[in-house]
């Protein structure tokens, strides 16, 4: 009994808060089936880390600890092992159909950028700014990634908002893409011509990518390398066993390991700041901002496209890196327009092509933050 009081009288508001979070993390999890296999890790682990057992120093807290120090603090081991897996997962097929998708997939990048300026604004110092600003590539491992690499103390809320955001997708971008489009360039229809892709190019398209990723972006190497390996695991024909492993086992296991971890950074005297709230924020930023790109450099080009040849501008939209859920996104809108207008091809192609897009930015702000402090 006197432990229990003990326990009950080391309870304060704070860890009260954060019960309440990863509460909701759990609810949105199961409730709502938004991204589970990671917030619901996150919010077990929020509830884990917040009890005042975990403040005495107990063996849980150096499980954790050490998995988090392992996995993510020190060789980023974590987000590169789960790169292999969504590397497994992703056909880029319809990418290689249409190159050109690539267009949109930088253009979808340009939330990171302007929110990097944002965060400067708000008086981040540039390394915690470059890290805040990765939260628009939708792209989870590469935000933990990048943050620890910089050595960002908020690697917590930074996480918190990159996976948050990309479950809601469906109910950001959306209200966004609507803003920046008419019903009648909604309804502009395309037509997927599929073309056959050989085996030998689909093999060496990971090959060249890692390759030319390495001059254009080295600090990029690890992520795209990570990716691309899991790619070619699945394309070269000769490794399914190991291509199931990296798509189910693998990428389902260091999820778990990598959700629960993350939360280690969630502790109430780290996460409950003004800061957090900021981070949240701008992390919102960054996704409008992205959206807005991919959508406009569509309706730009359109301009200079005769009629019959148009885009759907909204395909812009998935250039983000949240594969699939904004490529559903967007073909679900389409076919709300039109219900004979399938832009499921199109919008796959330039998703995977902000897979790609959104590693490249991540080792471009690297090496920018790298060379202006000298690391």
Same mark, same amino acid.
């Given at each position: 009994m006197e432990i229990l009081y003990q326990n009950l009288g080391n309870i304060t508001i704070p860890h009260v808060i954060m019960w309440i979070i990863g509460g909701i993390l759990i609810y949105l999890a199961i409730a709502k089936e938004m991204e589970p296999t990671l917030l619901l890790p996150m919010g077990f682990g929020a509830i884990l880390?917040?009890?005042?057992?975990?403040?005495?120093?107990?063996?849980?807290?150096?499980?954790?600890? #050490? =998995? *988090?120090?392992?996995?993510?603090? !020190?060789?980023? $081991?974590?987000?590169?092992?789960?790169?292999?897996? %969504? +590397? @497994?997962?992703?056909?880029?097929?319809?990418?290689?159909?249409?190159?050109?998708?690539?267009?949109?997939?930088?253009?979808?990048?340009?939330?990171?950028?302007? #929110? =990097? *300026?944002?965060?400067?604004?708000? !008086?981040?110092? $540039?390394?915690?700014?470059?890290?805040?600003?990765? %939260? +628009? @590539?939708?792209?989870?491992?590469?935000?933990?990634?990048?943050?620890?690499?910089?050595?960002?103390?908020?690697?917590?809320?930074?996480?918190?908002?990159?996976?948050s955001y990309m479950a809601l997708v469906p109910l950001v971008q959306p209200p966004i893409i609507k803003l920046c489009t008419t019903k009648a360039e909604r309804k502009i229809r395309m037509v997927y011509a599929g073309k056959p892709v050989s085996k030998t190019t689909k093999i060496l398209f990971p090959i060249v990518v890692t390759i030319l990723v390495s001059f254009v972006a080295p600090d990029a190497l690890a992520l795209i390398g990570f990716l691309m390996f899991g790619n070619l695991i699945r394309e070269c024909g000769v490794l399914n066993s190991l291509s199931e492993t990296a798509q189910n086992v693998l990428a389902n296991l260091i999820t778990i390991l990598l959700g629960i971890t993350i939360a280690f950074q969630m502790r109430a005297e780290e996460f409950l700041k003004m800061d957090t709230l900021i981070i949240i924020g701008l992390g919102l930023v960054a996704f409008v901002f992205d959206t807005f790109g991919g959508v406009m450099v569509a309706k730009i080009m359109n301009i200079f496209l005769p009629e019959g040849k148009k885009i759907n501008p909204m395909i812009g939209a998935a250039g983000i890196s949240a594969f699939p859920m904004s490529a559903r996104v967007v073909h679900k809108m389409g076919l709300a327009e039109d219900n004979q207008n399938f832009l499921l091809m199109h919008s796959i192609g330039v998703n995977v092509s902000g897979q790609i897009a959104s590693v490249v930015a991540g080792g471009l702000i690297l090496s920018l933050v790298k060379a202006t402090i000298g690391g």
């Open positions: 880390v917040n009890l005042p057992l975990m403040e005495a120093g107990t063996g849980v807290q150096h499980v954790i600890g #050490t =998995l *988090f120090d392992i996995g993510i603090n !020190g060789a980023e $081991l974590f987000p590169l092992l789960l790169f292999i897996g %969504i +590397g @497994a997962m992703i056909d880029f097929e319809p990418l290689l159909t249409n190159p050109k998708l690539m267009i949109f997939g930088a253009a979808a990048q340009f939330g990171i950028f302007f #929110t =990097l *300026f944002m965060a400067s604004l708000f !008086g981040f110092d $540039l390394k915690d700014a470059a890290s805040i600003a990765i %939260i +628009g @590539a939708a792209d989870g491992p590469t935000s933990i990634f990048v943050a620890t690499t910089l050595g960002s103390s908020y690697l917590g809320a930074i996480s918190v908002a990159a996976y």
